[in-house]
């Protein structure tokens, strides 16, 4: 079985290697094995390779969510069946030919689903869940008025655009901050209602000081980190907070 794999700490073009590697076991009780159709690659498998290895280890096989087809299932695993099309998460090891996981980490897709999309279903649905639970809170905590809005950069990601959505259906309103006018054009396609600010030209301070229109911004979910955390802090309300989920910090 072919799989992704590292020896050494380092950038992943460096260190990343295919290579033959034992068969995935036989499911056991709770388990079910997958042929692997697609894995994604996640900035977090890329930071991985980065992390140094116990000594003696005979590597770490890369990748953390994949999508693909039930090929065995052990007992004890009621809901799903071999031939059945999953996405997976967490799925350690998931750059591989076939994987064995929990059945409780998969989850039966539709085939309406392309196996491009079922790869991604569930760490990007996790984290926008998660990002929303923290906005929640801190919008709690800093008492904000019902009209305040949340600003949300990389709007036009997949996770930009669960968080876009949910923090609609809690009434909030909702500021998109993205880097190009095809991003832009994604936004306000499926909200039209929503005002979008392109980042990635002149004037757009200006612009989303309009958008804004002088109301309190309690926090700011940002999908970039680095420099432009700089750019984009000034809007925030005085003891808001900045929530970063796409440098993996919360």
Known sequence: MKSV????????AAVAQIEDRPEA??????????RVSISPVHRGDLV???TGLPDGSAGRRLGTEAAGVVTAVGPSVPALRVGDRVAVFPAPGAWSEHITVPAEAAVAVPDSFSDETASVLLVNTITSRDVLRAVDELRAAAAAPSD??????????????LIVQQARDR?????????????????RTNWPDVPVVVSGGGGWQRELEGAVRG???????????GPFVREILP??????TLVVWGDLVL
């Open 215 to 225: 109301r309190p911004v309690p926090v700011i979910a940002d999908a970039h980190g």
């Open 235 to 240: 809007f925030l309300d005085d003891g808001g």
């Open 5 to 12: 794999v590292h020896y050494r700490a380092g950038d992943a």
């Open 48 to 50: 991985a390779t980065e």
């Open 171 to 187: 009434g909030w309103p909702v500021v998109a901050v993205v880097r190009s006018d095809r991003s832009a054009s994604t936004v």
């Open 148 to 161: 305040s809005p949340l600003l949300v950069s990389g709007a036009a990601s997949a996770v930009g655009k």
């Open 25 to 34: 076991p036989a499911p056991r009780a709770g388990e079910i094995q997958v």
